[in-house]
Structures are given as structure tokens and as C-alpha cells.
């Protein structure tokens, strides 16, 4: 399948979705073409407040290519995604993102992120979420383990 072709079976998945009481977003991720997943938002049809149409597609495709490392495939999404999924998109390391509607056409339908990009900029005891760090010492024994732990899976 061509850019194109992916692209609307992405939007296809969004509208699909509504119809289903999901959230208007779909997403494929796709390796030379070949659709690897694609899914919709489900966080009204499972109670998870994870579950955008990104994220859904990053966990099937994991899960069918047996890696965490998505690199050398694409995702399609029918929107910008939010912070949440693109922060997820790097992790999982694809190549490249490609969207159609943006983060004003979700602001304009009642999904508004503006408030997450807002707060991280912000010093912890700014945010509205009441942030305080604690136990900082406590918590790098995890990580000076994870330093000398030989057998380790980067990621």
C-alpha cells in the first residue's frame, strides 16, 4: 500500500470508531507498505485511559513482530497525536509519523492537550497535579543495579 492508501485506512479506522462509542482516532503502523497493526481509540470501550489509537497500534505491532523496537516501520495517524503518543512513538523508535488532522481540529472536537504541554514546562511545584520528588537516594539503587546488571536489554 502507498502513503496514501495507508493514510485513509487510518481515517477509516477513526470514523469506524465513533460508530463503535470509541474516540475518533485510528492509526496504522505499517513496515514496506504492509499494514503490521492498526487500531482505533478505545478508551471509552475499555475504561483505559491509554488505550488512543497510537498506543493500540504500537502494542499490536510489538506484539506481532516480537520486539519493543519498532524501527523500520511507519505510523499513520488521523491526527497529531497527543504527548502521550508521541513521546510512545519515539520510544518505540519509528522511522517516521505521518498524520492528517492536527491538534487544533482535536481542540476544536473537545480534545484538548494544550493543558499537558503547559504543565511540563512548569517548575513540579507549579503544576495543578500536586508533583513532589522524594526518596531520590533510595530510588538510584535501581539504576546503579541496572548499571551492573550484565544482562541487560538496552532500550
Known amino acids: 500500500m502507498d502513503k496514501n ?3 485513509k485506512q487510518a481515517i477509516k479506522r477513526s470514523v469506524e470508531s465513533v460508530a463503535k462509542g470509541g474516540g475518533p482516532f485510528g492509526a ?3 513496515k514496506d ?6 487500531a482505533s481509540n ?3 470501550l475499555t475504561n483505559d485511559p491509554t488505550a488512543h489509537a497510537e498506543i493500540n497500534a504500537i502494542r499490536q505491532a510489538t506484539q506481532k513482530l516480537g520486539t ?4 523500520g516501520c511507519e505510523i499513520y495517524s488521523s491526527c497529531e497525536p497527543c504527548p502521550m503518543c508521541l513521546g510512545a512513538i519515539y520510544w518505540a523508535r519509528l522511522d517516521k509519523l505521518y498524520f492528517a488532522g492536527t491538534k487544533t481540529d482535536a481542540m476544536e472536537a473537545g480534545f484538548d492537550d494544550s493543558f499537558i504541554y503547559d504543565e511540563l514546562k512548569l517548575d513540579y511545584a507549579d503544576r495543578k497535579l500536586y508533583t513532589r520528588q522524594m526518596m531520590r537516594e533510595k530510588a538510584k539503587e535501581a539504576f546503579d543495579k541496572w548499571r551492573n546488571f ?3 536489554i538496552d532500550y
Open 33 to 38: 507498505g504492509e499494514v503490521i497493526a492498526e
Open 42 to 44: 478505545s478508551v471509552t
Open 150 to 152: 550484565e544482562e541487560k
Open 5 to 7: 492508501e495507508l493514510m
Open 28 to 30: 496504522i503502523i505499517a
Open 68 to 71: 519493543f523496537d519498532l524501527s
